[in-house]
């Protein structure tokens, strides 16, 4: 499978916005809505945001770093990596999301959570924005980042990419299950 780089690059910025902008209506529900729980070992919508925002503290500065320091240009088209297309593949919601397991540190079950998490995910989406613009002017293939699972395993800046905001695409869509049963 072959994309271009400029189609990948706009699919992910709008599902960026959207994300973005359906965390400003957050804003505006009340703490208790936000933190229901639909049961003892389900997460809530601050938790749902809470988790992602865990994510974007290693991604968000690992894709500027390997942006900042690529010596490539852009190339019309992106061809996905094995491993790194199963992982985004994997991130996308299905109709009836299946449960994954998530690492401890990343597991933000019954913390104590308040708005605030929704305003640094708000500002991680907005800095994401900034990072799409600057991956066009870079390789996303030869470009390289790593993971937060292994110190040992780099992928592609496309998928790295893909993985992270199909990753908040299939939290966000967790959050609308959330809020519609209370």
């Known amino acids: 499978m072959k994309i271009s780089t400029s189609q990948l690059l706009d699919e992910l910025k709008n599902k960026t916005q959207?994300?973005?902008?359906?965390?400003?209506?957050?804003?505006?529900?009340?703490?208790?809505?936000?933190?229901?729980?639909?049961?003892?070992?389900?997460w809530s919508v601050l938790e749902c945001l809470e988790h992602l925002n865990r994510y974007g503290e290693f991604y968000?500065?690992?894709?500027?770093?390997?942006?900042?320091?690529?010596?490539?240009?852009s190339n019309s088209t992106f061809k996905p990596g094995i491993l790194g297309n199963y992982f985004a593949r994997t991130m996308l919601p299905k109709e009836k999301l299946?449960?994954?397991?998530?690492?401890?540190?990343?597991?933000?079950?019954?913390?104590?959570l308040n708005k605030s998490v929704i305003d640094e995910f708000i500002r991680q989406q907005k800095e994401m924005l900034e990072l799409l613009k600057k991956a066009g002017h870079v390789d996303l293939e030869k470009t390289k980042t790593g993971i937060s699972i292994?110190?040992?395993?780099?992928?592609?800046?496309?998928?790295?990419?893909?993985?992270?905001?199909?990753?908040?695409?299939r939290h966000m869509m967790q959050v609308r299950g959330v809020l519609k049963n209370i």
């Open 60 to 73: 968000i500065p690992e894709i500027s770093r390997k942006i900042a320091s690529s010596a490539t240009s």
């Open 18 to 42: 959207q994300h973005l902008q359906y965390a400003e209506t957050l804003l505006g529900k009340p703490e208790g809505d936000l933190n229901f729980r639909m049961s003892a070992d389900s």
């Open 150 to 169: 292994s110190k040992w395993i780099s992928l592609k800046l496309g998928d790295t990419l893909r993985f992270v905001i199909y990753h908040n695409e």
């Open 98 to 112: 299946n449960k994954m397991r998530t690492l401890k540190a990343m597991n933000p079950i019954h913390s104590q």
